[in-house]
């Protein structure tokens, strides 16, 4: 009798397991079909459709990456860049709020990653937008050279700093010399506080862009920007009355450049190469 009742409680519980695998595998198909419609809808342009066809597949199948990627994405379509409207401000910031939950599962995840910095900078949110490539950049699991492109976009920011102060016309003049060639110079701002916010942006930006070489020696636009940077911190020289120093600037500048222009080259080079290959590859 015991046997009899042992047997019959493993029957059950194998019944129990076997349903249970069953209406997994159920749910996982039911969530394909609706991942299925959310792209059907997303192509035809109907957004909010397409976010509720992405919200039924990961009820369905709450494990579901895609569902997540798709969520974020047909609510980021939802928003409208440039309008002020309230509604479409929490639509981004929903937006943002859904990609941040790709990263929580997927913390390597560079689609959310850079859809959350274009959000930042789409709604003019500047210090969240700092804090959020300073975090990557900082960041030492993440890869070299992703963590050298967001030092690199620390680096343009401050560059643009410098350049909105230097070359506003109140700080520099031009005269025509033998030959009609225009030459510039820069004087200091009347203001000394405009100049002193320069040489902070210009200081920190040569900082950045050194550590983004560091961590990706080839990368083009590194070394374009420590060239724009040393030509800021060169004006920044002059406006000081500091010509010698603005010579070893220079100096500095030029070999940089001629870093920028060879990596240029050979990236060039290699495109030719790539695109050659491929087309050879489709001829066979």
């Given amino acids: 009798m015991k046997l009899s009742q042992t047997r019959i409680a493993i029957g059950l519980a194998i019944l129990v397991v076997a349903t249970s695998s069953g ?3 159920v749910n996982r198909i039911r ?3 609706e991942l299925n419609e959310a792209a059907r809808a997303y192509r035809e342009g109907h957004f909010t459709e397409a976010e509720q066809h992405s919200r039924r597949a990961l009820e369905l199948d709450p494990d579901s990456k895609t569902a997540l990627s798709f969520i974020a994405r047909t609510i980021h379509a939802q928003y409208r860049p440039g309008v002020q409207a309230p509604e479409n401000i929490a639509k981004a910031n929903e937006a943002i709020q859904a990609y941040q939950q790709i990263l929580a599962k997927d913390p390597k995840n560079d689609e959310a990653y850079k859809a959350i910095a ?3 900078g789409a709604l003019k949110e500047d210090d969240k937008l700092k804090a959020w490539i300073t975090a990557r950049a900082n960041d030492t699991s993440v890869e070299p050279e992703k963590r050298a492109e967001s030092y690199i976009v620390l680096a343009s920011k401050d560059w643009d700093c410098s350049f909105k102060i230097t070359e506003l016309p109140t700080n520099k003049t031009t005269t025509l010399q033998a030959g009609n ?3 510039v110079s820069y004087k200091k ?3 000394q506080k405009d100049f002193d916010t320069a040489k902070a942006c210009v200081r920190r930006g040569l900082e950045e862009v ?4 560091k961590l990706d020696p080839n990368s083009e636009a590194a070394w ?3 060239t724009n940077l040393l030509l800021e911190a060169s004006k920044l020289a002059e406006m000081d009355g500091d010509l010698g120093k603005k010579a070893e600037l220079d ?3 030029e070999i940089a450049q001629k870093r920028t222009n060879a990596l240029s080259e050979a990236n060039q080079k290699k495109k030719e190469e790539e695109a050659a290959k491929a087309a050879a590859a489709e001829k066979k």
């Fill in 251 to 253: 100096k500095q500048r």
């Fill in 181 to 183: 060639r225009a030459v």
């Fill in 210 to 213: 050194e550590t983004a070489i």
């Fill in 118 to 120: 274009y959000l930042y």
């Fill in 224 to 226: 374009s920007y420590k």
């Fill in 189 to 191: 701002p009347k203001d």
């Fill in 23 to 25: 209406c997994g595998m």
């Fill in 31 to 33: 969530a394909k079909n």
